[in-house]
């Protein structure tokens, strides 16, 4: 069975620091991992999306990396700013099924 | 290009009732799958339809159940209503299974009193 951790489970930066969000999974045998992000009460909006024959992606201010062989995916968000601030899941699939970590509740303080 | 849409957008209901959640999956999506997500929690996997057949299913009871429709739509069903029941309910869809990229719905947000 897959577990995915995330750590931290909560993060308050001031506006303008790098933010650095970590996920571990346990089983290496995956199609991909995707990062989320949700507001609260809000649905999940897809912000990356790693194939397992990548190492990275990148989209703006958003960067995630891949280390199969360790079960850790990171993702980083350059220059954070206050409309940052949400939840954010990482999840890894399988077959049928996302599995997902707890997320990482990120606040930004202006 | 139409998104993934789901309705009602909050329901509450009491313990023993049965209600049903609807999904309509984003254009030219064949796959629909759908999460609980309690609070505070991150969303776990109920079960996924492709093609109008269930595709898998995670760990929960027979009194969950699912259709999906020849235009990809969905439902979720949930008989005998428990106070553990009350949740977020998301529905993703994809062109694929979940080697696929997952779109999200807003989520119907169930409280069972």
């Known amino acids: 069975k897959q577990e995915v951790t995330q750590i931290p489970a909560a993060l308050s930066v001031p506006e303008g620091e790098n933010l650095v969000l970590n996920c571990s999974f346990t089983d290496s045998a995956i199609y991909n991992l995707q990062w989320f992000r949700q507001d609260p009460g809000k649905g999940l909006t897809s912000l990356l999306l790693?194939?397992?024959?990548?190492r990275e992606q990148t989209s703006g201010r958003l960067n995630a990396s891949l280390d199969k062989s360790s079960g850790r995916s990171t993702l980083y968000i350059a220059a954070s700013q206050p409309g940052d601030s949400a939840t954010y899941l990482c999840a890894s699939s399988s077959v049928h099924k996302l599995s997902f970590g707890a997320g990482t509740t990120v606040t930004v303080r202006a | 290009e139409t998104g993934v849409t789901q309705s009602p957008t909050h329901l509450i209901k009491t313990r023993g009732q049965q209600v049903t959640l609807r999904c309509s999956s984003q254009?030219?999506?064949?796959?629909v799958s759908w999460y609980q997500q309690a609070l505070g929690q991150g969303p776990q996997f109920i079960f996924q339809y492709y093609r109008e057949e269930e595709n898998g299913r995670g760990n929960f009871p027979p009194r969950f159940s699912g259709l999906q429709f020849p235009n990809y739509s969905s439902e979720l069903n949930v008989n005998a209503l428990e106070l553990d029941d009350s949740a977020l309910y998301l529905c993703a869809s994809s062109l694929g299974d979940s080697s696929y990229e997952q779109y999200f719905g807003p989520g119907t947000r169930l409280t069972v009193t």
């Open positions: 254009s030219g999506h064949n796959t």
């Open positions: 790693i194939q397992s024959s990548q």
